[in-house]
């Protein structure tokens, strides 16, 4: 069982940047791989981005070069460093983590971009 919390969102203008932060309790974070998904209203959350186990990451193509997923196995902590934010980056933010068939979601963080 893991046990996630997200934090770190906020309002902040197009261009600006914004650090997410998910933390992990219950069982042993470092075998699990992680992700951000996002949710914008009237729409499917979808997969931001994908650390695994190994630290392999993976990025959908709206946000490569701009996102950035880390991990820090020795605090259970996964962060999501966002920068040149957009307004299409508005959604909820969510803190994935997964191990087999087994899945465990954050309540997730709302991000606005807006000026």
């Known amino acids: 069982q893991v046990h996630l919390v997200e934090s770190g969102g906020g309002l902040v203008q197009p261009g600006g940047s914004l650090r997410l932060s998910c933390t992990a309790s219950g069982s042993i974070f470092r075998i699990y791989g992680t992700a951000w998904y996002r949710q914008a209203p009237g729409k499917q959350r979808e997969l931001v981005a994908v650390i695994a186990s190994s630290s392999n990451t993976n990025y959908a193509d709206s946000v490569k070069g701009r996102f950035t997923i880390s991990r820090d196995n020795a605090k259970n902590m996964v962060y999501l460093q966002m920068n040149s934010l957009k307004p299409e980056d508005t959604a909820v933010y969510y803190c994935?983590?997964?191990?087999?068939?087994?899945?465990?979601w954050g309540q997730g963080t709302q991000v606005t971009v807006s000026s």
């Open positions: 994935n983590a997964y191990l087999g068939p087994n899945e465990y």
